[in-house]
């Protein structure tokens, strides 16, 4: 392989090129989403390890919930292709069109955690729960999900274990994209963020608390920007876009796996 | 980044500089597609086994646009390519040793 040419101190010198051709920083991302492939296969394969020895396993999800997956599985693929142009905009150095192409991707990521999030509030509401989410109060469990949570409990401990941790990533991709773009500017509006998700949930929701998720991403990327402020280049936009990829591939696996082979055939 | 990696970025970025935007625009449309598909299948009163194989076929094939083209591994060396994707189909393959337990407890029941 060849040689890397460089000008270091007024003087041009040839250095060994990287054993695989890129950068640093971009062979750390790869290794850091080999080893959270390891996490989530650990998850999916615990999930089938459930669904092959429990002879009853429910089929709980009927047209309403695929409809919503695949509308969330169209956004997560929506905004794998803003990410890939914003990539291919920073190359060219169009700062202006990487904000704009990184603004559309978090769009997209925000409503699959939106959708993904009303859907878990329709599941936990009807009866599909864990024992340490609280009660829903005034509202009726149907007796179908309220069976399924007593007779098969490693269901919603799956499900929500694995939806659950992929929600986390996507949720801590848009922070890592609003950070890429909008760089310190983006920890107020994470703050509010944060204050909306928050007060505009109920108190026995699991994301009241879940919200506090973006006040730790805003003290952490608060440290993070305040200590080492600097205007993030091509190599950065593309090593951002290797991890909201690799969060759109594992959702080509849960999706399938998780809803379409528990749809409910009326 | 010191000198060496700015110089290395900068030639990779050159090398994506050379990518058309319409292949991203087709794989999209064809990871697009391919999700119809499953929803399609997803509806059809098929044997779970089957249904599947199938679909973690179409998942793999899915994976594989989203990793060669989005991710860009397609264009890496080959070393990148190999050692990357072996290390991970090796250690997700180890996982399946659990299977045949989740078969026994179905077959045989837990004492």
Same mark, same amino acid.
């Given at each position: 392989m060849a040689d890397v040419a460089v000008q270091q101190h007024g003087v041009t010198a040839a250095y060994e090129a990287s054993l695989f051709g890129t950068y640093s920083k971009k062979i750390g991302m790869w290794l850091f989403l080999l080893s959270d492939s390891l996490t989530f296969g650990a998850l999916l394969y615990a999930y089938s390890y459930g669904r092959i020895s429990t002879p009853n396993w429910p089929t709980p999800f009927h047209s309403e919930s695929i409809r919503n997956a695949t509308l969330m599985t169209a956004f997560l693929l929506t905004?794998?292709?803003?990410?890939?142009?914003?990539?291919?905009?920073?190359?060219?150095?169009? =700062?202006?069109?990487v904000r704009g192409w990184l603004l559309a991707t978090m769009a997209c990521g925000t409503a699959f955690v939106i959708l993904h999030g009303h859907e878990w509030s329709n599941l936990i509401a009807e009866g599909l729960t864990l024992p340490v989410f609280p009660a829903v109060p005034g509202h009726e469990a149907s007796k179908?999900?309220?069976?399924?949570?007593k007779t098969v409990p490693q269901f919603p401990a799956t499900f929500f274990g694995?939806?659950?941790? /992929?929600?986390?990533?996507?949720?801590l991709g848009v922070v890592y994209l609003g950070i890429i773009a909008l760089r310190k500017k983006f920890i107020p509006i994470l703050l509010g963020l944060w204050l909306v998700a928050w007060l505009a949930t109920p108190s026995y929701s699991p994301f009241h608390y879940g919200a506090h998720v973006l006040l730790l991403a805003a003290i952490v990327c608060g440290v993070i920007v305040f200590l080492k402020p600097k205007?993030?280049?091509?190599?950065?936009?593309?090593?951002?876009?290797?991890?909201? /990829?690799?969060?759109?591939l594992v959702?080509?696996?849960?999706?399938?796996?998780?809803?379409?082979? =528990?749809?409910?055939?009326? | 980044?010191?000198?060496?990696?700015?110089?290395?970025?900068?030639?990779?970025?050159?090398?994506?500089? /050379?990518?058309?935007?319409?292949?991203?625009?087709?794989?999209?449309?064809?990871?697009?597609?391919?999700?119809?598909?499953?929803?399609?299948?997803?509806?059809?009163?098929?044997?779970?086994?089957?249904?599947? =194989?199938?679909?973690?076929?179409?998942?793999?094939?899915?994976?594989?646009?989203?990793i060669g083209y989005f991710m860009h591994l397609k264009f890496e060396v080959s070393r990148m390519k190999w050692l990357t994707m072996s290390a991970l189909v090796f250690c997700l393959a180890?996982?399946?040793?659990?299977?045949?337990?989740?078969?026994?407890?179905? /077959?045989?029941g837990v004492r």
């Open positions: 905004s794998s292709l803003t990410m890939v142009l914003a990539v291919r905009a920073s190359v060219f150095g169009n =700062s202006k069109a179908e999900f309220a069976d399924v949570s694995l939806t659950g941790m /992929h929600m986390l990533h996507v949720t205007v993030y280049d091509s190599s950065d936009v593309e090593v951002a876009g290797l991890y909201w /990829h690799f969060v759109d959702w080509m696996f849960i999706f399938p796996l998780v809803y379409l082979m =528990s749809t409910r055939i009326l | 980044m010191d000198a060496v990696q700015v110089a290395i970025a900068e030639r990779v970025a050159e090398q994506h500089r /050379h990518h058309g935007k319409a292949q991203f625009f087709y794989v999209w449309g064809a990871l697009l597609l391919i999700t119809g598909i499953e929803v399609y299948l997803g509806y059809q009163n098929m044997e779970p086994v089957r249904m599947l =194989s199938i679909l973690m076929g179409l998942s793999i094939i899915k994976a594989g646009l989203i180890m996982m399946c040793i659990f299977f045949p337990d989740a078969f026994r407890i179905l /077959h045989l």
